[in-house]
């Protein structure tokens, strides 16, 4: 995997604006996708996670758009509260060449939100 | 419904010496995969288990081995450590094999070598 050092990219937002937490992924033969949180001290949280198939999925205030063509992936949190920052990566599962199920991981996000 | 759950949560070992973490996956679930965090960057996929056997392996050196039990539990072994080994080891499990199924992970173990 790609090392990153200690200096994540930062976004940093108000309270009560949206967030938009960009992600490019690597394989083309991935067909899920997953977004998680990562608060400091703990495991990834699942937020949302979205199929090949799609180009959009919902959840409560927080949205993932794909798009395949660039093989790119984004979260959109709407209405960021303070409770909102962490980590985000995003993650991709290949399902081919006997790789099913194990996910890699990008490079993640740290979201800060200013009260 | 209980989550995924890991032991130790800290640990502190010296090189040369051996660890074995411990993970129990989320109800229901009975695939466990194994990743290693390193501070600032993302989880890497180490190994994971199915039906008592190792499916799929990430590169990692044979001084990492694990096991699952007939629980579905399984642990994470170390030998040799180094002092690269320091990292947050996570679990996540799973339903089944395939491809495309949600990881929930645990808390993780916080590993340090000296």
């Known amino acids: 995997g790609e090392s990153v050092g200690l200096h994540l990219p930062t976004l940093s937002v108000q309270e009560g604006d949206n967030s938009i937490i960009n992600c490019a992924y690597s394989n083309s033969a991935s067909d899920y996708f997953i977004w998680y949180k990562q608060e400091s001290g703990k495991g990834p949280q699942f937020i949302i996670d979205?199929?090949?198939?799609?180009d959009k999925r919902q959840g409560q205030r927080v949205t993932v758009l794909l798009n395949k063509t660039v093989k790119h992936l984004s979260l959109q949190i709407a209405a960021t509260q303070p409770g909102d920052s962490a980590v985000y990566f995003c993650?991709?599962?290949?399902?081919?060449?006997?790789?099913?199920?194990?996910?890699?991981f990008g490079k993640g996000t740290k979201l800060s939100v200013k009260p | 419904d209980a989550g995924v759950t890991q032991s130790p949560t800290h640990l502190i070992k010296t090189r040369g010496q051996q660890v074995t973490l411990r993970c129990s996956p989320k109800?229901?679930?009975?695939?466990v995969s194994w990743y290693q965090q390193a501070l600032g960057q993302g989880p890497q996929f180490i190994f994971q288990y199915y039906e008592e056997e190792e499916r799929q392996r990430g590169n990692f050196p044979d001084r990492f081995s694990g096991h699952q039990f007939p629980n579905y539990s399984s642990e994470l072994n170390v030998n040799a450590l180094l002092l690269g080994d320091s990292a947050l080891y996570l679990c996540?499990?799973?339903?089944?094999?395939?491809?495309?199924?949600?990881?929930?992970f645990g808390p993780g173990t916080r590993l340090t070598v000296l």
């Open positions: 109800s229901g679930h009975d695939t």
């Open positions: 996540a499990s799973s339903f089944g094999l395939a491809g495309g199924d949600t990881q929930y």
């Open positions: 979205i199929r090949s198939n799609m």
């Open positions: 993650a991709e599962t290949p399902t081919y060449g006997g790789s099913q199920g194990n996910l890699i």
